[in-house]
């Protein structure tokens, strides 16, 4: 069994950043390949981001983030990160990490083990 919990989000202004973390138990965490997801209110799940389990660390981004977020991780932490750069009011969401277990990266029903989710509210 996998519990996530993630946390950093928050009110930021356009432009502003925010980085949100993710902290897992279990004792296989680098063996995980990892997504960032977020729901905003009345929508669909949508892929943000993944990382791979391997060393090399390969990552997926969604179009709508490449060059502005940064999905990393800290295996001795256990924790995956989403740094989160100029960020516009089209980001607010929640977003919910998850355990990748097959299939697309990109599908949310990839992945098992889903966290609670942390609020993330842009202004103008």
């Known amino acids: 069994q996998v519990q996530l919990v993630e946390s950093g989000g928050g009110l930021v202004q356009t432009g502003g950043s925010l980085r949100l973390s993710c902290a897992a138990s279990?004792?296989?965490?680098?063996?995980?390949?990892l997504g960032w997801f977020r729901q905003a209110t009345g929508k669909e799940r949508d892929f943000v981001a993944a990382?791979?389990?391997?060393?090399?660390?390969?990552?997926y981004y969604a179009d709508s983030v490449k060059g502005r977020f940064t999905i990393s991780r800290d295996n001795a932490e256990k924790t995956v990160y989403l740094q989160m750069n100029n960020l516009k009011p089209k980001d607010a969401a929640v977003y919910y990490c998850?355990?990748?277990?097959?299939?697309?990266?990109?599908?949310?029903?990839?992945?098992?083990?889903w966290g609670r989710g942390t609020q993330v509210t842009v202004f103008s």
């Open positions: 990382i791979i389990s391997s060393t090399a660390g390969r990552t």
């Open positions: 998850a355990v990748y277990i097959g299939g697309s990266y990109y599908n949310p029903d990839s992945y098992n083990y």
């Open positions: 279990g004792r296989a965490f680098s063996s995980y390949t």
